[in-house]
């Protein structure tokens, strides 16, 4: 019993270490800065906006993480902190960022912090406040194109925000999309068991892996399901490890974060669409 105290200890007192590690390696190369956005209804919404230094690029890609998608952006003695630092998309942000590219990792608004659930992402309110995003990161930061990308929970508001925002946007990716939620009274993602993106006019990409072992997630559904939406799909993963629907697995791209980002990189600025990307383990 005296052992695993111990290693509960540890584990609590490494961890925002590892947190903090994770977040140091994520924004290197980058100079980033972040944003509240003054939401027409009154709310606040944080963003973390990162471009690849001395660069002036004008495609901005707002960044949509995983469960439970709350960030809890803020600023303490002089520095931006987070939650989700191993997120996939967080994680990973500096290999999407180019000359060309920068990135804005959106948080939920202020009065959503506690859960920031599907009622949410699913409501014409939360397109209203992407919509101010978007105004703001137009306005501030100089783009001309704005594009969306979610993965796993994120994928939630991504397709919603595809059909709702229309031509405020210029397109959407979607990574491991949540296809098959849960059942049950804490259940997630619902609105997806039965969703159609080929509704929305934008143009739209998925990009999930063949060995993703999340049973939300899968990648027979998605390809099932995706009709005449484009797939590129990821092989390999180097060190897996956590349970299968964590960051850090096939289905978070563990290994694979910069051919995953060079994929929608590519697709986003030339439309470029190989099949399959990575390499078979």
């Known amino acids: 019993m005296r052992a695993r105290a111990f290693i509960i200890l540890l584990y609590m007192v490494l961890l925002p270490l590892i947190a903090v590690a994770q977040g140091n390696v994520a924004s290197e190369g980058l100079t980033e800065s972040l944003y509240r956005v003054r939401l027409a209804r009154g709310s606040e919404l944080n963003v973390l906006v990162s471009k690849r230094i001395g660069t002036n690029p004008e495609i901005a890609v707002l960044l949509f993480p995983g469960y439970p998608g709350i960030l809890r952006l803020k600023e303490e003695a002089g520095s931006v902190t987070y939650k989700l630092a191993g997120n996939f998309l967080i994680r990973a942000r500096r290999h999407l960022s180019s000359d060309k590219v920068f990135t804005v990792a959106v948080d939920c608004p202020a009065d959503q912090w506690n859960a920031c659930g599907d009622a949410y992402r699913s409501s014409n309110q939360h397109a209203a406040d992407i ?12 783009a001309r194109q704005v594009y969306i990308a979610g993965t796993s929970y994120g994928t939630v508001s991504t397709s919603f925000l595809a059909g709702l925002l229309g031509d405020k946007i210029d397109g959407a990716v979607h ?19 039965s969703f159609d993106w080929s509704k929305a006019k934008v143009p739209q990409l998925f990009i ?15 390809v099932a399901r995706k009709r005449g939406i484009p ?44 099949a399959v990307v990575g390499e078979a383990e």
């Open 131 to 142: 919509a101010d995003v978007i105004t703001a990161i137009k306005s501030e930061y100089g």
């Open 175 to 193: 990574t491991a999309t949540l296809t098959d939620p849960p059942r049950g009274v804490m259940a997630v993602g619902i609105p997806m068991a």
């Open 208 to 222: 999930h892996h063949r060995d993703d072992p999340c049973d939300t997630t899968r990648y027979s559904s998605i």
């Open 231 to 274: 797939l590129i799909t990821v092989q390999g993963v180097i060190n897996p490890r956590g349970s299968a629907c964590e960051a850090f697995t096939a289905h978070g791209f563990v290994g694979r974060e910069r051919v995953v980002m060079d994929a929608m990189h590519n697709w986003i600025t030339e439309r470029k669409l190989p």
